[in-house]
């Protein structure tokens, strides 16, 4: 036999434990990416990451709202002395034993190098990159959905090849085993065909174990029971939507949500640097408030009630903020060569999904042409053993090509699909076919 079956698979074998599979589930390709979206861990933190810069945006915000304390203290005196500079004759004093104290100060922000309204739009550009982000993740999401999917139909239907073709395998080892008995065919014929038999179920048992692993991360995935077999069927992914393909990066560059994330960063960075070049102002403030005193036996002070403005001025800090300063535009630069670094490599992800793309067409063709060309060598050859014309070699070495081109070419046709979502993936256009964005 000169096909080895396990390179068959080599593509898309993965390393778990196997599971006993017994509940049979079918779900859409989009039902299944829907619940991956609402039950895996990596959207949920993702969302939950969203849900903190928005709090975080919001605690921000109340920077710009006056501050309000209210203080109060009640304290003992032991034998206080007390030494009044103006003249109470020669009257004694009594003294005073407590003293209370209550004070209420409102301060309300003017300006402060609009380092508060620069922080507001930080935090609202950093809130715009995590939801970005976020969209981003729930892409990557699908995109593994849209592996497991196609690598498990493929898995699933090099089994089922498999098992029809044991099943002529078998039927030939009892047909040539009566005929060895009967001395129409040396020995030597009948084992050929049950080594044949033999590397069938075994490609046969991997190709069963690599259709129980792949169920299972699928599985995981979709946070369903241990125990659930997915079973997937060509129409689940053969309909798949004709979106206009790219031809190029433009449209990456207007949809890949990674992309706007590092815009939104950038933007913030700039925030940054005006927040840092903030410190170069005061800081001015309205202020009032109330006071109350009781020094029992001496003095009694209410309704003494103040208003005025407050300016704050780091002389020493104008010396030290120009590192700070140029510590803020240094981060803004790496975000700047970030972004572009992420442009070249999506202009190198574009093309190469689209060259890949267009192989798996070709390569369609070609597998769906050498499925019926291989049929028809076969009947060809098997024709020609019936008669004598040909050995069991030729016999068996055409079976097993007639195999091989029936699993390349579903192979060949899920890898059609999977391309295209590359594709769509790479181009930032994955979210309009699934509308991520309203999940």
Do not use: C
């Not at 999904?353 to 050859?381: F, S």
């Amino acid at each position: 036999m000169k096909v080895s079956y396990l390179m068959l698979f080599g593509g898309f074998l993965i390393g778990i434990s196997s599971i006993n599979a017994q509940e049979k589930t079918n779900l859409k390709l989009e039902e299944a990416i829907n619940l991956a979206w609402t039950k895996s861990n990596e959207v949920s933190l993702a969302n939950t990451k969203v849900e903190t810069k928005k709090q975080e945006l919001q605690s921000v915000k109340n920077n710009q709202y006056p501050d309000f304390k209210i203080t109060g203290q009640y304290l003992h005196l032991t034998e206080a002395s007390i030494d009044l500079e103006i003249n109470t004759g020669s009257k004694t004093l009594p003294v005073p034993d407590q003293l209370l104290i209550g004070q209420a100060n409102l301060k309300m922000p003017v300006f402060a190098g609009m380092k508060i309204q620069n922080g507001i739009k930080l935090q609202d550009n950093l809130f715009q990159a995590e939801n970005a982000m976020a969209s981003k993740t729930k892409e990557d999401v699908a995109m593994r959905v849209i592996n497991y999917y196609a690598n498990l139909y493929k898995a699933q239907r090099t089994v089922e090849l498999l098992k029809e073709n044991q099943k002529s395998a078998q039927q030939r080892v009892t047909d040539f085993t009566a005929l060895e008995k009967n001395g129409i065919i040396p020995r030597n014929d009948l084992l050929k065909s049950q080594l044949q038999a033999s590397k069938i179920q075994l490609s046969l048992d991997e190709a069963m174990n690599n259709e129980t692993i792949i169920n299972y991360y699928l599985v995981t995935l979709l946070k369903l029971p241990t125990e659930t077999k997915l079973v997937v069927n060509e129409s689940d992914l053969i309909g798949f939507p004709k979106n206009a393909l790219p031809t190029d990066e433009q449209p990456a560059f207007q949809n890949r949500k990674d992309l706007e994330a590092l815009h939104y960063q950038e933007k913030a960075t700039q925030d940054n640097i005006n927040m840092a070049k903030g410190d170069y102002y005061p800081n001015i403030a309205l202020v009032g408030g109330y006071a109350a005193l009781n020094l029992n036996n001496i003095i009694t002070l209410q309704n003494a009630m103040f208003f005025g403005v407050g300016l704050s001025y780091d002389i020493s800090g104008i010396l030290k903020n120009g590192t700070h300063v140029k510590i803020a535009e240094s981060k803004a630069l790496e975000v700047k060569n970030s972004e572009e670094l992420l442009k070249d490599n999506i202009r190198i992800q574009v093309q190469q999904a689209i060259t890949n793309y267009d192989l798996a067409q070709k390569q369609n063709v070609v597998y769906n042409q050498a499925v019926e060309q291989a049929t028809e060598n076969y009947r060809i050859v098997k024709d020609k053993y019936d008669n004598g014309l040909s050995d069991t070699n030729d016999l068996l070495e055409a079976d097993v090509e007639q195999l091989k081109s029936k699993i390349s070419e579903t192979i060949a046709k899920v890898d059609v699909i999977q391309k295209y979502y590359e594709l769509l993936s790479a181009t930032g256009q994955l979210s309009q076919t699934f509308n991520i964005s309203k999940i």
